[in-house]
């Protein structure tokens, strides 16, 4: 009876082991605990307690599990969208969606930034798409419109991709923020005097309240081409 209990326990957790869906989640946990360079087939095997065969079932190689990885991410911001929103919020939802996930995940940021084209930028990108056609942009605009917004996100998947390769985990922002301003005040003002006069306000700023601020003046732009029109 003891024997036949743990092959049942033991087949149980083999069959757990063998959902791709069970492989993703625990190479999130990895992700977000340690990072990129902590995520290896044996890290996952020891975690899921099974073998390496029954991944390389699911998930031939590193790359494509990174990329089902940041699928399910993505996917997920995609997925809690209020689809009754008007098509501004919307984009806004999406925006800002994307924000909170690669502040939650920052190797995500490196993945994209990695592959613009990745599949989960797809998604993204008909998103937008979807809800300009519906703000009544002209067709002519909708593409320039979606880049923009396209490239903005772009750019802040690089920016999260550079901080989380060159600053260690547990860094203070705040005192990391202070000494870059620190080394701005330092600067010649006749040849920077625009960042000498920002500078103080490095240390303190909010990510996010200045993310909301640049999508506000693509979203102007958006709707004065449809005044335009």
Partial sequence: ?????TKTQRAERRTDALSKERIVEAAIDILDADGEGALTFRALTARLATGAGAIYW???NKGELLAATTNDVIARVMAELDRGAQP??????IAVGVFDALDAHPWVGAQLSR???HSAMLQIFEGFGEQ???LGVP???QFDCASALLNYILGLAGQYAAGARLVPPGTDRTAFLAS???QWAQLDEAEYPFLLRVAGQLPGHDDREQFLAGLNLILAGIAATRDVS
């Fill in 1 to 5: 009876m003891v024997a036949m209990a």
């Fill in 139 to 141: 067709p002519r605009a």
């Fill in 132 to 134: 300009l056609e519906a």
């Fill in 88 to 93: 501004r919020e919307a984009i806004r939802a």
């Fill in 115 to 117: 592959e613009p084209w």
């Fill in 180 to 182: 870059v301003a620190a």
């Fill in 58 to 60: 699911h998930v031939a």
